[in-house]
């Protein structure tokens, strides 16, 4: 939570006036389509938080297999999500995981570039935009 | 997980034995329809490896091996659960849970300073 806590921080700083309707990503949205497997009794899924700022876009991952991982901030060149495309690099296991895809003011649909099944097992990361949750509540798979 | 290593299948867990305090703070959610206490997390029958990156060969693969071993994948469950692989020992679930919490407090009581 700690390592979280300056890009929050941020978030709270930033205006509340988030613009809906338009498909460009306005300055800050979030991500996710984590959800909790009662069957299994195990988080899935993965939220991405983006934040435009003017010398970059910063990106936040973080992904469930079970239970959230450990989360990662990156940063993007300023002009990274230019018409509506996404692509990033995170530190993973057994080595670095690129994504490709879209982003929108309503979702996030990317795929792992060496074809990985995603936490989810359909191979594609497909991401509604949401508010910012209250922690620890997440819905049902 | 030798069977894994020999087909070059990247294998490694996540997470394997959560205690219901924990299981409880992970669900939160009060839709969901098996209580979080029964999870067999709770009983140390299952772990949830990193699947993500596999591609859907090297899964099946990977499944293939499992049950080879008498482990089940999560996700042939009515609610696919794709990290998680289980050995379900049967009989009452809350009684092995709550044997499983007592063994393992009583591990951790004869740790000094846990």
């Given at each position: 939570m700690?390592?979280?806590?300056?890009?929050?921080?941020?978030?709270?700083?930033?205006?509340?006036g988030?613009?809906?309707g338009?498909?460009a990503?306005?300055?800050?949205a979030?991500?996710s389509?984590?959800c909790?497997?009662?069957?299994?009794?195990d988080?899935?899924g993965?939220r991405?938080?983006?934040?435009?700022?003017?010398?970059?876009?910063?990106?936040?991952?973080?992904?469930?297999?079970?239970?959230?991982?450990?989360?990662?901030?990156?940063?993007?060149?300023p002009?990274?999500?230019?018409?509506?495309?996404?692509?990033?690099?995170?530190?993973d296991?057994?080595d670095?995981?690129?994504?490709?895809?879209t982003?929108?003011?309503?979702?996030?649909k990317?795929?792992?570039?060496?074809g990985?099944v995603?936490?989810?097992?359909?191979?594609?990361?497909?991401l509604k935009?949401e508010?910012?949750?209250?922690?620890?509540?997440?819905?049902?798979? | 997980?030798l069977?894994?290593?020999?087909?070059?299948?990247?294998?490694?867990?996540?997470?394997?034995?959560?205690?219901?305090?924990?299981?409880?703070?992970?669900?939160?959610?009060p839709s969901?329809?098996?209580?979080?206490?029964?999870?067999?997390?709770?009983?140390g029958?299952a772990?949830d490896?990193?699947?993500?990156k596999?591609?859907?060969?090297?899964?099946?693969?990977?499944v293939?091996?499992?049950?080879a071993?008498g482990i089940?994948?999560g996700?042939?469950?009515?609610?696919?659960?794709?990290p998680?692989?289980?050995?379900?020992?049967?009989?009452?679930?809350?009684?092995?849970?709550?044997?499983f919490?007592?063994?393992?407090?009583?591990?951790?009581?004869?740790?000094?300073?846990?």
């Amino acid at each position: 939570m700690r390592r979280l806590l300056p890009f929050l921080v941020m978030i709270g700083l930033m205006p509340c006036g988030v613009a809906m309707g338009q498909s460009a990503p306005p300055g800050f949205a979030f991500y996710s389509d984590v959800c909790y497997n009662s069957q299994g009794g195990d988080l899935l899924g993965t939220r991405i938080g983006v934040m435009k700022l003017r010398d970059a876009v910063y990106l936040f991952y973080q992904d469930a297999e079970g239970i959230f991982g450990e989360p990662q901030i990156i940063a993007l060149p300023p002009h990274a999500l230019a018409g509506g495309k996404l692509s990033f690099t995170i530190a993973d296991f057994p080595d670095p995981s690129t994504f490709v895809g879209t982003i929108s003011d309503r979702a996030i649909k990317v795929r792992l570039t060496n074809g990985g099944v995603g936490p989810k097992g359909t191979g594609v990361f497909n991401l509604k935009r949401e508010a910012l949750p209250e922690e620890g509540r997440f819905p049902a798979c | 997980m030798l069977a894994a290593q020999s087909d070059n299948i990247p294998l490694r867990f996540r997470y394997a034995y959560r205690d219901q305090a924990e299981q409880e703070r992970l669900k939160h959610d009060p839709s969901a329809i098996t209580p979080a206490d029964k999870s067999l997390h709770s009983t140390g029958n299952a772990v949830d490896a990193y699947v993500k990156k596999l591609p859907p060969a090297m899964l099946s693969k990977l499944v293939s091996d499992a049950a080879a071993a008498g482990i089940s994948w999560g996700g042939l469950f009515s609610t696919p659960d794709e990290p998680h692989f289980h050995v379900d020992p049967g009989g009452n679930r809350a009684q092995r849970i709550n044997a499983f919490s007592q063994a393992v407090q009583a591990l951790k009581d004869q740790i000094p300073g846990y």
